[in-house]
């Protein structure tokens, strides 16, 4: 800590410069704020802001929002940061953590004017990233936060990533200061070099995705000029060649966080506090007569105050002077802090509190907890609400600020570029950018997830207080049947002794509660109670959305449009000026049309009843859950495309099987898994063919989470989950050289393999024995003998792999696009895309060189499995040239060659290869399939018309020799079916013959993780990792600090229960957070067995030494029902143990 000047200025208190008050305090009022005002707000959406809050796990999204919430009198101030409001679910509260965004909308007043403020928080755990895509795309502005002890983490730069990827405004806010002056105890000049090292990473990041974004346009652009066209004129004898990139012309000065663009806030939400520089230029200024302009420049910089020559100076650092943002601002601060928590003068912290201004209750100031005190004085000094809410009105856009670059990227899914939809389609481009909400404008809503709400809380089931009018109108109604029961009686004059007198009079004053359910109204009871089915569930789900035109009324009638739905085919059918109020809308595929159920306002834990919402605005919608999966696009206009995709960015990897812990309770279980898969934006639930129920998670918490919904909301019954499953691929590699015992292997291995194949083989349903020569090419001829493939099966090298990997979704483009070429239609395809696939075909050219490799890129016939996995099927027959899958990039190629008949079964044959491997039937990654040969004898055609002819003679089974004529084979041909049907099956074998030519592999899918840890506890983390059989990749140590930042990888089939492990070895000191990463092969070969007289005595007879992929692979094997050959072995040997005692 700096010897503390101010601490003597504040003793001195009646000058107290250094006592900055807060300026303006009157404008921070706010109260609860009631519907009619929201209401009222919601139609102007200049003074709209609808943004969400990003971060990294625990850098304190939801306790801002506590600050925020708090702001409008919804919660008091005394329960920020221990409510966490919008945590409103039960496992959110207990383990800590925030599960899903949730929205509320406030009001605040910024400068006379007053703001809705539609906020949403996400979570920042990595399993939960689905729901932060969510958030960001209804949003047009994002608070990003980043704790100022961890600075920029992973899911940080994740979310940074997201905001830029759906062109929403940033602004940040820097957390937890109060870390720096109690945890680490930096001194104020100290945490200023740290603060200005957090700013510089996070700029680091916007900067590299800036950059990005710059080069890409520049390709771009460089792609749309005509080839070989000069610059001409002047500026071809000035200019030779412009290799800038544009990174200098591209205007980035808004991009950037500086405090002095006021993008920035300093703040410690769970004391209350936050501040922008302008607040303290403002306060400075009056204090000490400096323009606030002035001081809004020189605060953040390397400037200092020159006090003699009353002078602010430049140079701070160079003369060892204070920078003014240390002696003005953060000396205060510690100080405070100083006086309040570290050293409880009593008497100083009096003073600070007179002259800050500041009212302190007595009970706060006798409280045994500082922080209290500290809190009670900060909220009212510098509230952090103010100073975030004052930065969101200021910089963060309104809806009617929406760039077009975004309009136009939401509206182009896929490869379709925007200027080739249909002209009704791109007219409607303006309406996003109008944002009108007039009655003509087209309704166009987003769907980015459904949510499920408590029936009950529903603002029409909800009990609502009685109006004084309605409490005096029972109690009359009430009086009165009293009055007539009394008459009655005396008529009667069976006044029952047993009544007291008590019964009577208590009975009006109970009217006001009985009556509102014994209401007067029996029949309306009796309606509602018919209504009520008994199965009837409790919860209802409700549609997170925003409107971006238009105005969305309970009722109205809207299309919803599928992710396939094309404006452009459906325009050309429907009726001229069709719309979703159309009295007749005929059959559209991925086209259907609903009546929205209630709107409601987001308000955190509760729903309030809108009746019509404005566009601009983010709200709560019934009635779809018979529409709407997971998100969706809602227009009144057919005109209207399906936006793009949310963008996800986890992975769902982490499988269970489920099943009811009561059979009879199989439909409760895929019921409430239905209802789980609408409810959660990145679960995933099927049925695998084994007819399991499997649920796909993102991680560990994320499935944890799941299980819960399923248990106590969407199937309410016990269930089983089994162990996770672990995916695996299979995969061949080269022949290795050396054996277990590193000695050289001869030929004899390879023999060893192939006579496994012949084995395998013999065993095999195909009747047609395969033909393995020594070079591991697979010969096989389908049953009517009429086609033969031979296929080879070669590793692909690793990077290729990894790039057919990290370009599926490409490829899968690239698949659609050649689907059109063929079928003849012609797919407008942007010239970005294009550039694209060109780029992949020459990285793969790069990439496959050398003899084996030559012209193989051209040759590629297909990938797969699914048509865009990371194997390639090549086509290497000589005869048979076929169009080139990269058919697109030339319009030359098109027409020239055509494909052969049943081209398209020895694709699927690929395919169904691909997808399932001999190993235990995961999918095969980085092989190549090359088909040597493909022989034909009769055209097809005439072998299908041929089939239809009656055969009598040969019984089927009577398969001929190779000397037989061909009309006898012909003959045969009918007996086994299609020849397509055949010719799939042959391929598919020979694929699979082919793999296991090779030596095979297992390849495991890893996780990387970052673990902070200190350095008491680093032993104990390595210790986990390596357990674990996790590999350490880096460590640093995070300048500042004592922390380490540990980068490792970890095979996910040990990770479960790694998180916990480490968080328990570790005293919650470290928490990891898994990402899956790659797949990478398991060195060691599932079927090895010794053969070699070293590796017997190595390893030992049953070589029962771990072999980690034969476990695994059997462990696999065995959840799948499929053979295991393990136990077969141990008995084997003791056969033979038997046999030679004999
Ligand atoms: N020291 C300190 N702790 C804070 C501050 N803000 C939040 N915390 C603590 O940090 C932890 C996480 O806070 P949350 O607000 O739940 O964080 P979050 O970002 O919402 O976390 P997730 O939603 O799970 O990603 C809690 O224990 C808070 O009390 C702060 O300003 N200073
Ligand atoms: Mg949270």
Redesign the pocket.
Known sequence: MSDSPQQHQWSRSGRAHLCPRLPGKQRFTMGPTSLDKIKALQKNPANIRNLCIL????????????CLVASNGIISNRLV?KL?YL?SREDEQIR???MKSSAISLHYTHREQEFLLNLI?????VDFSSEVSTAVRLCDGAIV?VDAVEGVCPQTQAVLRQAWLENIRPVLVI?????LI??LKLTTLEAHTHLLKILEQVNAVTGSLFTSKVLEERAEKDSEEPEGKEPEGEACEEQVYDWSAGLDEADDSNLYFSPDQGNVVF?????GWGFSIQQFAQIYSDRMGISARVLLKTLWGDFYLNVKAKKIMKGAQAKGKKPLFVQLVLDNIWSLYEAVVTNRDKDKVDKVVTSLGVKIQTRDSRNSDPKVLLSAICTQWLPLSQAVLDMVCERLPSPLEVSSERVERLMSVGARRFDSLPEQTQQLKEAFLRCSSDDGAPVIVFVSKMFTADRKALPHNRQRPLTQEEIGQRTELARQRHAEKMAAENRTGSVRSDASPQEVHVQPEASTQDTSADSTDASSRMEALALKDPAEENDTFVAFARVYSGVVRPGQKVFVLGPKYDPARSLSTLPEGCSALSSFVPEIPHLSLCTLGGLYLLMGRELEQLEEVPSGNVLGIGGLEEFVLKSATLSTSPACPPFTPLNFEATPIVRVAIEPKHPSEMPKLVRGMRLLNQADPCAEVLIQETGEHVLVTAGEVHLQRCLDDLRERFAKIEISASEPIIPFRETVVRPPKVDMVNEDLGRQHKVAIIHQVKEDSSQSRCSHTPHVDSTGLVTLTTPNRLATVSIRAIPLPQEVTCLLESRAELIRTLEQLNLSLREGRALEVSPRTLEEVADLKQRLEDLLQGHRWRNVVEHIWAFGPRRYGPNILLNSVESYQRPSVWQCLSSADRSQNSLRDLDNSIVSGFQLATLSGPLCEEPLMGVCFSVECWDLLAPPTHLDSMEEEPRSQDAPGDSGGPGESQARRRAEGDCYGPVSGQLIAATKEACRQAFQAQPQRLMAAMYTCEIMATAEVLGRVYGVLGKREGRVMQEEMKEGTDVFIIKAILPVAESFGFADEIRKRTSGLASPQLVFSHWEVISSDPYWVPTTEEEYLHFGEKADSDNQALKYMNAVRRRKGLYVEEKLVEHAEKQRTLGKNK
């Not at 928080?121 to 755990?125: L, M, N, Q, T």
């Not at 703040?267 to 004391?271: E, G, K, N, P, T």
């Open positions: 971060a990294h796990v625990d850098h304190g999204k939801t306790t801002l929002a506590d940061g966490r945590d800590g953590i925030t928080d996400s979570p920042g755990h936060i957390n937890k200061i109060d870390r109690l945890e703040a410690s939400a769970i004391d």
